[in-house]
């Protein structure tokens, strides 16, 4: 495909429609259901590996009961008596993150959440990863999280989907641009096959790339992949939604200035959480002396230290000892929660202050595992404390206006959503996976607006620091031509004669010398919404006019000649 220079030069790249060759078009679908196939029992196998680790380790040794959402639980519950060890929780987390560390040294870019390094990856001109990542990242993030990390699956499945789908691009000796779309198609049944949503998991594969664009070209792959890894899964452990709720979200229009100043609130968290998140990874940095290999077991150990006490306290005021809070692991059921209630949970501003200490603790514990470089997902925290500052708001806000119509699980969902968007610049995917992890498009409206607003508040935030603005700033969309082509052509070269040479230029008209470079010329169309251009002499007079189509077949023609 085509890119040529048009009036927008400096800040789009148009593209020239070709007729696509089905037999490539048909060979890639295919490839991306191979993929779906491979990341759909990767994910499985993840997932249910993930869950025995837990029940081990954290219910079994540390006496945790951990919260789980409603469509969270595959494996049967045991009828077992489960004694709560704080002093050995505590040590847990720091225990299993040293096990990560050093399983993490066989491919040191498995470390963290793992999204930052798959869109790292994507924009790589050889679109390469390593074979070892997919299952070096697995065995990983089993350490971390299912010795308590504050983490999820999700990020983890990103990198392991986007590496086999590099993988299976080497395998079948496609050539780079069909492997990096293999990649991308991963990443989506990655998604797919831990969160059950295959639209939401296609949408975001091909938007988290870009802070303000989407691979558009990846779409339809990865929507194949998502659906044939979705399959998959639903095949094992049965068809379900995430999260439950009894009965549907009525829209009361009334409400919408509710979801405008719950999404005004939730920016500022993001940006929070963000603040906090880099902080932590500065102070990592630092500490040249301690091996990185060791450096998340500091965290882990940190995280003991602040969530253990948190968890005895609360549990024992709620006469529960070791009741899971969301602060450890994922935290979904921490949202279911905040979604349906509990009957732990205090009513009135008592459950809405719990639920809003829960969101800034998890903030903390979330930041101490990813921060130091644990093995753990940030796409869960993410969803996380958005959902439970939205169930707090919810109560807050039934309190206040008395009014019986407010659904705090609304809240809670929308908030959720619009964490995650505002600071991963995903609005369109955090919607659409919202309304598939609650299995209903009530909320649409209201997501549609609260998106939107964070979407405009977090624009100098970003979750992932690999993501670039659009696809003209990617290295693997940009032609070799570009950087030089436009700085070393004269106006001279492609500039229309006309017939008013020696005519003096007026003042108020915008002009560009015969000399200058094309790009010069193209910055002063830009900046001043001009289609044409004058074209002046040494002396000043009128010699010539250059206009957009002018520059855009210079461009075409140029990208059409044999390189030397």
Known sequence: ???????????????????????????????????????????????????????????????????????????????????????????????????????????????????????????????????????????????????GGSGGREGPTMQIGGALGSLCGRLLRVDVAERRILMVAGVAAGIAAVFRTPLGAALLAVEVLYRDDF?????????????????????IFGETTLFAHPGRFPFVIKHLWLYGVLALFVSVLAALFLTSLRGVQRVTARLTGVPTWARPALGGLALGVFCVPIIAAVGWRLAQPGQGLGLL???????????????????GWAGAALLLFLCLSKIVASSLTIGTGGSAGDFAPALVIGGLFGGAFGRVAQLLLHDPRIDPGAFALVAMGTFYGGIAHTPLSSLVLVC???????????????????????????????????????????????PDLLRTTKVATIMRMISVSGIPIAARDFSVRIDADLRTAAKTMLNNKLREIQVTDAAGNVVGLLDEADISRFYLDAEDRPSS
């Open 1 to 147: 495909m085509r890119r040529v220079v048009g009036r927008e030069l400096l800040t789009t790249i148009l593209k020239e429609a070709t007729p696509p060759d089905l037999r490539v078009v048909g060979r890639t679908l295919f490839h991306a259901a191979i993929v779906g196939v491979a990341a759909g029992l990767m994910g499985a196998a993840f997932f249910a590996t993930l869950e025995v680790v837990q029940r081990l380790v954290l219910e079994d040794l540390g006496g945790y009961r951990p919260l789980r959402a409603s469509g969270e639980t595959f494996l049967p519950e045991l009828t077992r008596i489960i004694h709560f060890r704080p002093w050995l929780l505590a040590l847990l987390p720091a225990i299993g993150a040293l096990a990560s560390g050093i399983i993490s040294e066989l491919a040191p870019e498995t470390r963290g959440g793992g999204g930052d390094a798959m869109i790292e990856a994507f924009h790589r001109q050889d679109a390469n990863i390593r074979k070892r990542v997919s299952w070096v990242k697995a065995i990983s993030s089993i350490f971390t999280l299912g010795t």
């Open 215 to 235: 691979e558009s070209d990846a779409l339809i792959p990865a929507v194949l992949a998502s659906v044939t890894a979705y399959s998959v899964v639903i095949s």
């Open 329 to 347: 692991g994922g935290g979904y059921g921490a949202v279911q929660v905040a979604i349906s209630g509990a009957s732990w949970l205090p009513i």
């Open 436 to 482: 598939e992890l609650a299995g209903s498009y009530d909320l649409l409206v209201p997501l549609m607006l609260a998106e939107g607003i964070a979407f405009i508040a977090l624009r100098g935030k970003s979750l992932y620091r690999a993501q670039v603005k659009t696809q003209r700033e990617s290295p693997v969309h940009q032609h070799p031509a570009t």
